[in-house]
């Protein structure tokens, strides 16, 4: 039967919230330590201000947008997200799928569940890879050729995860990684069974509990066994040395994904990185980290001429994307939103939400005399 379409992302959230485990919806809801971040962000986002042109003819309004030489219909990229494979059987696949189907490119998460080979070959996506480096250099750069072999259009660097964020919430669920069984999270998964039925069961029954499909397979185990190895741990020591390398090994576009600061976009650009994320990793890692709405346009003017600006975090409409855009950003990233759709309908629900994003847009660009996305510069006020 036919998954009736959310009107907006707070409905869509709604019903994810009801179908998923509650560790496993807050795992990819919450943020980090008080969530003082969480509330900021929608401050921020809410508090964008527009100044419309008027008289415009806008009766012809496109979201065309050419990110790193390539033409899209939209200005947007599906976020990496950890284990998403969990929140719809094959659900990067199915993200994927989504995202090839509205024309846009598809970030793969170091920590997915499902190969980027695999995803590649199923999904007819442009792919792009985020990578996480590993206390192992050698086992990294391994993992950087197995994206370059599946056709990786794009290399993610997250930059703003140095060590592993506080998040309570899942110590108390049991969904810390590695997963901790527990009768509270038995009794959880249960009382949703349709999500147990349709995406953990299946899991079981063809081929076990799921494991991070990225790591080397000598350290694969099952997300509910112990941590593996040193190895593949994550590297506390990366530095503007990591990058250099990266730089001379990839021959993609390179990505740094958690900039905040335009010193550090000027280093990036300085070491010919073609791209950044302006983003505080969606108030997930470090509580009080500032939003981008507060430093894009700063970030923008430093560097906008040298490499393309992308930017993310807590974007819940269209008039969101908007506010990004007219604060410097040629891009915007989507990560819990089409999450939401996903748990709800599949790869559908995604794509959903993505054409609902797109709506909203143009609509906003309608009101703000805006007939193309470069036109939305000079339409939103800088925050003071």
Known sequence: MAVTASLNIAEARQRARARLPRGLFEYIDRGAEDETGIA????????????PRVLVDVSKRDATTRLFGVDQPMPLVVAPTAVAGLVWYDGEVELAKAAAAVGIPFCVSTQSITSVERIAGESGARLWFQLYVWRSRERTRELVRRAERAGAEALVLTVDTAVTPNREYNVRNGFGIPIKPSVRAGLDCLAHPRWFAGVFAKYLRNGGVPTYAHYPDEFRTALGRVAVGDEIGLAQDVGWGDVRSLRDAWKGKLILKGVLRADDAEKAAELGVDGIVVSNHGARNLDHAIHPVRCLTDIAERVGDRVTVLADSGVRRGSHVAGY????????????????????????????????????????????GAPTVADIVGTVERPR
């Open 325 to 368: 855009l007219g604060l410097g950003a040629q891009g915007v990233l989507l990560g819990r939103a089409v999450l939401y759709g996903l748990a709800t309908d599949g790869a559908a629900g995604a794509q959903a939400v993505l054409e609902m994003i797109r709506r909203e847009l143009l609509t906003t660009m309608g009101f703000l």
């Open 40 to 51: 900021t962000s929608k401050t921020a986002l809410d508090s964008l201000v527009f100044k």
